[in-house]
């Protein structure tokens, strides 16, 4: 009997093992993901910010600065006050309508949090099943009972989860393989 105890306790062990496995690289992909998403809006963020200044500022330029210049008796070439009248306007406006509508169209933001809370979610399901242990320290059918649990709520998570990209996962099985993981989640905010 005992030696059946000890097979089931074994079984169940290595299941949680895989459990931890799977847990630590789905939870380094999401976050991977939800890092790249949050790189990709800042920067059209600040496109998007650095646009509509270089439009105000030169509108500026062309009505407020050329008029004290010309008051001054200063010569402005038709050429600069074209370019700073239409050309680099139109420029600024352009990339401030694209930077805005891949905002807009891509929301990554969004992604990014849902990827952060689902990287978090197996944070915290890693963390339970790492102290497996000292919920069940013998060998018994307890461990049995905890690694059908812990199978379950895996699985929920992985349903309730979006989809991990390939690159994501390269990355997650690179940082595993180096050592670690780089992310810190108690650093990682929610918004």
């Not at 299941?15 to 690289?25: C, S």
């Not at 963020?45 to 439009?55: L, Y």
Request: aromatic letters at 12%; glycine letters at 4%; hydrophobic letters at 40%.
């Amino acid at each position: 009997m005992m030696e059946t105890y000890q097979n089931q306790f074994e079984s169940a062990a290595q299941e949680i093992a895989r459990h931890i496995e799977d847990a630590t690289i789905s939870k380094a992909a999401h976050f991977a993901i939800a890092a790249r998403y949050n790189n990709r809006e800042s920067t059209l963020q600040r496109t998007a910010a650095v646009s509509f200044s270089g439009v105000v500022l030169s509108w500026y330029i062309s009505t407020q600065l050329y008029a004290v210049l010309d008051g001054l008796g200063w010569i402005v070439y038709p050429a600069i006050k074209m370019a700073t009248q239409s050309a680099i306007p139109t420029g600024f406006i352009i990339a401030n309508l694209i930077a805005t509508t891949f905002l807009f169209l891509n929301r990554y933001g969004d992604k990014a949090y849902r990827h952060r809370e689902a990287a978090q979610k197996y944070h915290r399901f890693f963390r339970k099943c790492i102290n497996w242990r000292t919920e069940c320290p013998a060998p018994s059918y307890v461990l049995v009972a905890m690694a059908t649990a812990y199978r379950e709520e895996l699985s929920e998570i992985n349903d309730s989860s979006p989809d991990i990209e390939e690159w994501a996962w390269s990355v997650a099985h690179e940082e595993l393989n180096n050592g670690g993981n780089k992310y810190n989640v108690d650093k990682e905010k929610t918004t």
